[in-house]
């Protein structure tokens, strides 16, 4: 069984900056890639940034600039700082793992899901 636990969420000025942080455990052989997906109410999930295990980043466009993604391998954690935060960056944003598992004999990889955490941005 694997978990992610993420933090760091909260009430933010426009403009304040925010660190989120997502640690995995469990049953983990190793951790593919991760990244941050957001929700806004009433729209779709969307990747925010993603980092492979070696530490390729990927962004998307509305945050490119301002957000940072980065991961410790050591601690199975993965980070996102966020910079110049806008209102419509508010959203749920959720942790994503793709992890290597071992399946009855056989290792395998999965998706997993952190719970979310709430990010609002408002004066």
């Not at 969307?46 to 490119?64: F, H, M, P, Q, W």
């Not at 935060?85 to 508010?90: F, Q």
């Not at 942790?95 to 071992?102: D, H, I, L, P």
Request: charged residues 20%; hydrophobic residues 35%; aromatic residues 8%.
């Amino acid at each position: 069984q694997v978990q992610l636990v993420e933090s760091g969420g909260g009430l933010v000025q426009p403009g304040g900056s925010v660190r989120l942080s997502c640690a995995a455990s469990g049953s983990i052989f190793l951790i593919n890639a991760m990244g941050w997906y957001r929700q806004a109410p009433g729209k779709q999930r969307e990747l925010v940034a993603d980092i492979s295990r070696g530490g390729r980043t990927n962004y998307a466009d509305s945050v490119k600039g301002r957000f940072t993604i980065s991961r410790d391998n050591a601690k199975n954690t993965v980070y996102l700082q966020m910079n110049s935060l806008k209102p419509e960056d508010t959203a749920v944003y959720y942790c994503n793992a793709n992890v290597r598992e071992w399946s009855r004999t056989a290792l395998a990889d999965y998706d997993h899901w952190g719970q979310g955490t709430q990010v609002t941005v408002s004066s």
